[in-house]
């Protein structure tokens, strides 16, 4: 059950981008789930990847390839990670890769591989690689809403975000596409995330974006705790859009800037919303920390606590779950009379202990709702960090009981 996820938008095409889908049919008959990216020559490729140590084979070659020149294709296939599958990993991922090359005119180093699903098990090259040709030949501007249900694992639902703006008297588009639902923890996670723009941006600039963007967005959710081995989130710019390229000092970065945003935290939250088994969309708002990673302990020891998330999931305005957790986050020389709890505007901790103007039936009145701020002050100082998570469900556990099943 996706919390406040609606429909795809109607998504802008991005000049110099085309999209092509395939069915190889990786774990379902039938099923679209090869994805190719066409780039346009001289367009820029950054991205952020799993910090998992055992990253998958994909993750590997994407690396190296990224690091080699300018990409020209992306290649992404469902229903297998080619993840733990040692040497062969990598000589399937470049076989696919040097498929894709030769159809498409390229040179093996311009494809960038993405992989998502079962861990494991080998990758059926003899089932993507014939497809490959179809997705070249499907390929088209229009093709973002077919490309996001062709990237889902678990997903209930397709991801994406579109919007355009102004930039120096010339209309500039970003799109972009996520996939996630489990296996999610900061550091990237079980998910993939595409993101184009026709702007012109200067490499080290849209490196910068890359990695700031995705630390305030994708680095900031949670379902489970479980960083995964295939993570990847990219960003592109065709520069199709024309116009001087925006480096660090062009006074049209800061509106891209918060464009390009807007588009990350969207996609990032329809993750946390589509969470398996998710009924519940919860911010975990920490001020007054004195430094990041103490903001940080504290909101990350809440989200991932089994008893709040429980709790959530019930409906169950159990305050002391919820401050216990706070407890043992490691802040040092923690003072709890100068610490708040509170839901939405209500106060459920002050001075040590119960609010004296809290009831529970003002906690009920907020736990009955699909949409959570969860709030934590520790009047330490004046950093403030935000993260995202969801509530754990029965469904939770039914959907990874039976996920190879």
């Not at 972009?176 to 026709?198: E, H, Q, V, W, Y």
């Not at 918060?258 to 919860?282: P, Q």
Request: charge should be negative; hydrophobic fraction near 45%.
């Amino acid at each position: 059950m996706a919390v406040g996820l609606g429909p795809l938008p109607e998504f802008f095409p991005v000049a110099g981008l085309r999209i092509g889908i395939a069915s190889a049919g990786i774990k379902k008959p039938g099923r679209k789930d090869v994805v190719v990216f066409e780039l346009a020559a001289g367009s820029r490729v950054a991205g952020i990847f799993t910090r998992n140590q055992f990253c998958a084979a994909p993750v590997t070659l994407c690396r190296k390839h990224l690091s080699s020149g300018a990409p020209r294709y992306l290649l992404i296939n469902t229903g297998n990670a080619n993840a733990g599958t040692g040497d062969r990993g990598l000589i399937d991922a470049r076989a696919c890769c040097a498929a894709l090359a030769e159809a498409a005119g390229v040179t093996e180093t311009e494809v960038l591989p993405f992989s998502t699903g079962v861990i494991g098990e080998p990758l059926p090259v003899n089932k993507i690689v014939p497809v490959l040709p179809d997705a070249l030949s499907a390929l088209a501007d229009n093709n973002w809403a077919d490309a996001a249900r062709g990237i889902m694992t678990t997903d209930t639902l397709p991801k994406g975000a579109t919007r355009q703006l102004e930039l120096d008297g010339r209309l500039v588009t970003i799109s972009g596409i996520s996939k996630g639902a489990g296996m999610i923890r900061p550091n990237m996670a079980t998910m993939l995330g595409f993101i184009a723009t026709d702007a012109p941006i200067a490499p080290a600039v849209l490196q910068s974006l890359a990695s700031e963007l995705g630390e305030v967005s994708f680095n900031r959710i949670t379902i489970d705790g479980d960083t995964s081995t295939n993570d990847a989130c990219m960003l592109m710019a065709t520069g199709a859009a024309g116009g001087d390229e925006i480096g660090p000092n062009s006074p049209c970065l800061p509106a891209l800037t918060d464009a390009l945003r807007e588009i990350y935290m969207t996609l990032a939250h329809a993750i946390v919303r589509d969470g398996e088994g998710a009924t519940k969309f919860i911010t975990i708002d920490v001020s007054g920390a004195a430094t990041h990673a103490e903001a940080l302990d504290v909101a990350y020891t809440v989200a991932h606590s089994p008893l709040v998330k429980t709790a959530l999931y019930a409906s169950d305005p159990n305050w002391g779950r919820i401050l216990a957790a706070v407890g043992r986050a490691g802040v040092p020389d923690l003072d709890l009379r100068a610490l708040t709890l509170t839901l939405n505007d209500v106060c459920l901790v002050r001075d040590g202990g119960r609010a004296p103007d809290y009831s529970e039936e003002k906690g009920q009145a907020v736990m009955d709702q699909a949409e959570i701020t969860l709030g934590v002050h520790l009047n330490r100082g004046t950093v403030r960090e935000r993260v995202w998570t969801c509530d754990f469900s029965h469904d939770y556990v039914t959907i990874n009981a039976e996920y190879r099943t």
